[in-house]
Protein backbone atom coordinates (compact mmCIF):
# COMPACT_ATOMS: atom_id res chain seq x y z
CA UNK A 1 0.00 0.00 0.00
CA UNK A 2 2.66 2.19 0.35
CA UNK A 3 4.14 1.68 -2.99
CA UNK A 4 0.85 2.70 -4.50
CA UNK A 5 0.92 5.94 -2.19
CA UNK A 6 4.42 6.78 -3.74
CA UNK A 7 2.69 5.97 -6.89
CA UNK A 8 0.13 8.27 -6.71
CA UNK A 9 1.92 10.91 -5.46
CA UNK A 10 4.48 10.84 -8.38
CA UNK A 11 1.38 10.88 -11.03
CA UNK A 12 0.65 14.36 -9.14
CA UNK A 13 4.05 15.69 -9.56
CA UNK A 14 4.23 14.10 -13.14
CA UNK A 15 0.89 16.05 -14.09
CA UNK A 16 2.25 19.23 -12.89
CA UNK A 17 5.55 18.90 -14.22
CA UNK A 18 3.54 18.68 -17.72
CA UNK A 19 1.46 21.81 -16.81
CA UNK A 20 4.55 23.73 -15.69
CA UNK A 21 5.88 22.74 -19.32
CA UNK A 22 2.37 24.17 -20.58
CA UNK A 23 2.68 27.39 -19.12
CA UNK A 24 6.37 27.94 -20.11
CA UNK A 25 5.35 27.16 -23.62
CA UNK A 26 2.79 29.55 -23.58
CA UNK A 27 4.88 32.29 -22.24
CA UNK A 28 6.93 32.02 -25.34
CA UNK A 29 4.01 32.33 -27.58
CA UNK A 30 2.73 35.59 -25.78
CA UNK A 31 0.38 34.90 -23.45
CA UNK A 32 0.95 32.57 -20.34
CA UNK A 33 -1.36 30.00 -19.24
CA UNK A 34 -2.82 30.44 -15.23
CA UNK A 35 -0.76 29.60 -12.03
CA UNK A 36 -3.63 26.96 -11.25
CA UNK A 37 -3.37 24.85 -14.07
CA UNK A 38 -0.54 23.22 -12.02
CA UNK A 39 -2.59 21.78 -8.79
CA UNK A 40 -5.63 21.09 -11.10
CA UNK A 41 -3.05 18.88 -13.29
CA UNK A 42 -1.90 17.72 -10.17
CA UNK A 43 -4.86 16.47 -8.71
CA UNK A 44 -6.00 14.76 -12.45
CA UNK A 45 -2.90 12.68 -12.15
CA UNK A 46 -3.38 10.97 -8.64
CA UNK A 47 -6.91 10.72 -9.46
CA UNK A 48 -6.64 9.25 -12.43
CA UNK A 49 -3.94 6.71 -11.43
CA UNK A 50 -5.97 5.85 -8.33
CA UNK A 51 -9.15 5.46 -10.91
CA UNK A 52 -6.95 3.20 -13.13
CA UNK A 53 -5.45 1.13 -9.83
CA UNK A 54 -9.29 0.52 -8.46
CA UNK A 55 -10.22 -1.07 -12.12
CA UNK A 56 -6.59 -2.91 -12.93
CA UNK A 57 -6.13 -4.36 -9.02
CA UNK A 58 -7.10 -7.95 -9.43
CA UNK A 59 -5.60 -8.28 -12.57
CA UNK A 60 -2.71 -7.55 -10.78
CA UNK A 61 -3.31 -10.12 -7.86
CA UNK A 62 -4.70 -12.81 -10.58
CA UNK A 63 -0.85 -12.38 -12.10
CA UNK A 64 0.87 -13.12 -8.69
CA UNK A 65 -1.00 -16.17 -8.06
CA UNK A 66 0.33 -19.94 -8.86
CA UNK A 67 -0.62 -21.80 -12.13
CA UNK A 68 -2.43 -24.04 -9.95
CA UNK A 69 -5.07 -21.10 -8.72
CA UNK A 70 -8.09 -20.29 -10.19
CA UNK A 71 -10.71 -17.91 -10.19
CA UNK A 72 -14.11 -19.07 -9.44
CA UNK A 73 -16.34 -15.89 -8.34
CA UNK A 74 -16.14 -12.35 -8.64
CA UNK A 75 -18.14 -9.36 -7.67
CA UNK A 76 -18.67 -5.93 -9.15
CA UNK A 77 -19.43 -3.14 -7.47
CA UNK A 78 -21.30 0.57 -7.96
CA UNK A 79 -20.45 3.33 -5.46
CA UNK A 80 -21.76 6.81 -5.12
CA UNK A 81 -18.74 8.51 -4.03
CA UNK A 82 -17.03 7.14 -7.59
CA UNK A 83 -18.96 8.27 -10.15
CA UNK A 84 -16.76 6.59 -12.24
CA UNK A 85 -17.95 2.92 -11.28
CA UNK A 86 -21.89 3.24 -12.60
CA UNK A 87 -19.99 4.02 -15.74
CA UNK A 88 -18.30 0.32 -15.34
CA UNK A 89 -19.00 -1.52 -12.75
CA UNK A 90 -15.74 -2.53 -10.92
CA UNK A 91 -14.02 -5.71 -8.87
CA UNK A 92 -15.00 -5.18 -5.27
CA UNK A 93 -13.56 -8.48 -4.33
CA UNK A 94 -13.07 -12.15 -5.41
CA UNK A 95 -12.43 -15.60 -4.67
CA UNK A 96 -9.99 -18.28 -6.17
CA UNK A 97 -9.62 -21.93 -5.04
CA UNK A 98 -6.43 -23.90 -5.84
CA UNK A 99 -6.65 -27.49 -7.20
CA UNK A 100 -6.87 -29.87 -4.69
CA UNK A 101 -4.59 -32.60 -3.10
CA UNK A 102 -6.10 -36.21 -2.16
CA UNK A 103 -6.11 -36.61 1.70
CA UNK A 104 -4.47 -39.47 3.39
CA UNK A 105 -6.57 -42.76 2.49
CA UNK A 106 -7.65 -45.14 5.24
CA UNK A 107 -9.78 -42.97 7.46
CA UNK A 108 -12.82 -43.75 5.89
CA UNK A 109 -13.56 -45.99 2.76
CA UNK A 110 -15.25 -42.79 1.22
CA UNK A 111 -12.56 -40.20 1.26
CA UNK A 112 -10.83 -41.42 -1.73
CA UNK A 113 -12.99 -38.71 -3.63
CA UNK A 114 -11.96 -36.47 -1.31
CA UNK A 115 -9.53 -33.24 -2.02
CA UNK A 116 -8.22 -30.96 0.43
CA UNK A 117 -7.72 -27.34 -0.63
CA UNK A 118 -7.39 -23.98 -0.25
CA UNK A 119 -10.01 -21.10 -0.62
CA UNK A 120 -8.67 -17.28 -1.10
CA UNK A 121 -11.01 -14.73 -0.49
CA UNK A 122 -9.46 -11.37 -2.04
CA UNK A 123 -10.75 -7.65 -1.47
CA UNK A 124 -9.32 -4.45 -2.31
CA UNK A 125 -7.16 -2.66 -0.06
CA UNK A 126 -7.42 -5.59 2.51
CA UNK A 127 -6.15 -8.74 3.90
CA UNK A 128 -6.06 -11.76 1.62
CA UNK A 129 -8.25 -14.57 3.59
CA UNK A 130 -7.46 -18.41 3.46
CA UNK A 131 -10.09 -20.76 4.11
CA UNK A 132 -8.81 -24.38 4.51
CA UNK A 133 -11.52 -26.50 2.55
CA UNK A 134 -12.65 -30.53 1.97
CA UNK A 135 -14.37 -30.86 -1.30
CA UNK A 136 -15.84 -34.39 -2.05
CA UNK A 137 -15.62 -34.65 -6.07
CA UNK A 138 -18.23 -37.98 -6.21
CA UNK A 139 -20.86 -36.08 -4.41
CA UNK A 140 -20.71 -32.44 -5.04
CA UNK A 141 -20.09 -31.17 -1.43
CA UNK A 142 -18.01 -28.74 0.73
CA UNK A 143 -16.83 -28.23 4.89
CA UNK A 144 -14.40 -26.01 6.09
CA UNK A 145 -11.58 -27.70 8.44
CA UNK A 146 -9.76 -26.03 11.17
CA UNK A 147 -6.69 -27.57 10.98
CA UNK A 148 -3.99 -28.55 8.32
CA UNK A 149 -3.36 -32.17 10.84
CA UNK A 150 -4.19 -34.86 9.62
CA UNK A 151 -7.80 -36.10 9.71
CA UNK A 152 -8.88 -39.06 12.12
CA UNK A 153 -12.27 -41.14 11.34
CA UNK A 154 -13.91 -39.89 14.19
CA UNK A 155 -12.86 -35.87 13.35
CA UNK A 156 -13.75 -36.78 9.73
CA UNK A 157 -17.38 -38.22 10.91
CA UNK A 158 -18.31 -34.85 12.98
CA UNK A 159 -17.45 -32.32 9.79
CA UNK A 160 -20.44 -30.88 8.48
CA UNK A 161 -21.12 -30.66 4.84
CA UNK A 162 -22.85 -28.37 2.50
CA UNK A 163 -24.17 -29.32 -0.89
CA UNK A 164 -22.43 -27.77 -3.95
CA UNK A 165 -24.08 -28.26 -7.70
CA UNK A 166 -22.42 -30.47 -9.53
CA UNK A 167 -20.98 -28.11 -12.11
CA UNK A 168 -20.18 -25.18 -9.20
CA UNK A 169 -16.57 -23.87 -10.25
CA UNK A 170 -15.22 -24.54 -6.99
CA UNK A 171 -15.96 -28.38 -7.62
CA UNK A 172 -14.70 -28.06 -11.31
CA UNK A 173 -11.53 -26.08 -10.09
CA UNK A 174 -10.97 -28.24 -6.98
CA UNK A 175 -11.57 -31.73 -8.63
CA UNK A 176 -10.02 -30.57 -11.80
CA UNK A 177 -12.90 -31.38 -14.40
Given amino acids: MIYEFIATITAGFGMAGIALIIRH ?102 STKIIPQLVNCSQPAITSVTSKDALSAASFKQLQWQPLAADDEIIKAVCQL
Fill in 25 to 126: LTKFAGKQAPKWLIPIFAGIGMLGFQIHQEYNWQQQQIDRLPEQVKVVKTVEGQVWYRPWSYLKPQVIRFMAVEAGKPIAAGITPATEDIRRSNIYLFERRM
